[in-house]
């Protein structure tokens, strides 16, 4: 069934929308993760402009960790507290990345930084949880595998202002979470994603949060941090498309719940290891984007006029 | 609201359109649409009475930016070297003709009236010289196989000696707007007669009334935009609640 997309200007088919956001709504789920990483490549196929994609993505992102975070903070898998945190750096985080994404778009450096943004980020996130998470399930230990071997940063653990998070039994400087968020909100707005893929670890081996909170934290902060992006998407140009998002809802949200209940059987560093699978998976791509040859080398974009010379 | 409205009929001293459908409605379930131009040649001169006419009609779509990339292996990676920028560049471009333009008029002729999808894309270009470049010759080639332009040379069929139909097929990714379409009449590859029609590409339903919020009041469009997605979150996580 086809249906035409009033702001992306094009016609897709529902159906195929539908299904993507069931596929990525339950890797939102299973892992905390947005999933606009594999959702973005599949709209542009379709023809979706880029910026249309990428906002409309961030909608669909909200709606589907809106429910996983739901299902999480039922179970009690949320730290609300450190959430709140984490969620205040990340909202200035990503005004900072959107107003540093126009910049970049106008020097025309944009491509580039991403492409080797996402290599480096995910290549080496991946590497570490990959090494750490199947000597840990090797080993059949027991105790979760947190950033033992880590040294801690004394400027890091120096910073004023500890706070206890109670549901997560952390004690640590606020602005060290800030931070972390702030990062996260970054990245997450210049790469253009949610940067659930990035908090996960970090919430893991930079804060050493426990497993059981990860997820559901994970999904909280992007819940809020995507809906300030999308909120800026559609008001500062208008692109995000209600007809497309509201179709990767559908299928996403539904998705969201599959995947919190396959993560509920799963025990926490297979999950961990799925995790590290996929996001070397999505490193490799990239590396095949910026190493192969394209094909041809020469592509044209619609765009702005304030991006014209 | 005036960019969707119809123009209506221009007359030429020679050569009379009429469109199938003066209006082209895009609501949810469009999927592209077969569009057919009529025209008549009329006041013919004696001169020509048994000359055979050629037709040539351009149809373009509404305008927007683009750049073009280049990439290069720099470090062992392909990254975007440079770019180029065009201003204004129609976004689909039609060349509905007879017979090949090649044929009918000569390469002067055929640049003076901008016939080829190239010619459009030298003058949106910014800040380089007269000649197409790999830029140009690449964008051409991407919209070419994208169907973005596209060159018809037998999609105008003569029904009579001085009346003919064109047509062709507004693509599923057609933008709103108005749509120009210019017919050019020629007598052994001489330009005897020339007319322009416009006619109107437009939402309507709900598509409209998205497409109006989103551009009118875009504060409210993103806060529509955040509930709605915060809503059907809510109902999945309800909906999936045990």
Redesign the interface.
Known sequence: M???L??A???VNLFHLVGLGIVVGSISGLFGVGGGFLLTPFLLIY?VPPQVAVASVA??V??????????HY?RRAVDPKLGAVLVGGGIVGSLTGVAAFDWLSRV??L??MI??GYLTLLGSIGTIMLVETTRFILRGNRTQPTARRLKRRGWIEAMPLKVRFRVSGLYMSVFKVLLVGYMIGLIGALLGIGGGFILVPALLYVLRMPSKYLVGTSLLHL?AVM?VT?????????S?D??L??CL??G???G??IGTTFGRRLPAEQLRLLLALIVLAVAARFAV??????G??????????R??? | MALFLSMGVVAAQTIELAISDPETE???????EPITLFGSISEVPSSLNQTPFDVVVTVRGPV?????????RRA?????ES?A?Y?LLP?TYFVLSNDAPEKIADVSTRAELRLAPMDWILRAR??RSKLPD??DT??HD??LS?GQFELKPNAVRFISPTFFAARWRLP?????GVYTADAYLFADGVLVGRTNYTFGVR?TGF??K??IL??NQ??V??????I???T??????A???R
Request: charged share 15%; net charge positive.
């Open positions: 086809l249906i035409y009033p702001i200007e094009t016609t023809g909608a669909q909200v709606a589907s960790s809106t429910s996983g975070a739901l299902s039922r025309g450096q491509d580039a492409g080797i819940t809906a999308c909120y800026l998407h559609a008001w500062r140009s208008g995000v209600i007809l998002a509201f809802m559908i996403s949200v539904a969201a719940q984007g910026l190493f192969l040859y394209p041809n080398l020469f592509e044209t974009v619609e765009i702005p006029a991006l014209l010379p | 895009i609501d949810s379930q469009f999927s592209g927007r930016n683009r750049a073009v990339y280049r990439k290069a062992g990676m392909f990254l975007t770019r920028y201003r976004d910014i800040g790999s830029y690449a964008l991407l919209l994208r599923n990714f057609s933008k709103p939402l598509d409209l998205l497409w989103a551009r875009p504060a469009y993103g806060l529509l935009t955040v709605i997605a915060v059907m979150g809510w109902a999945g996580y909906a999936f609640r």
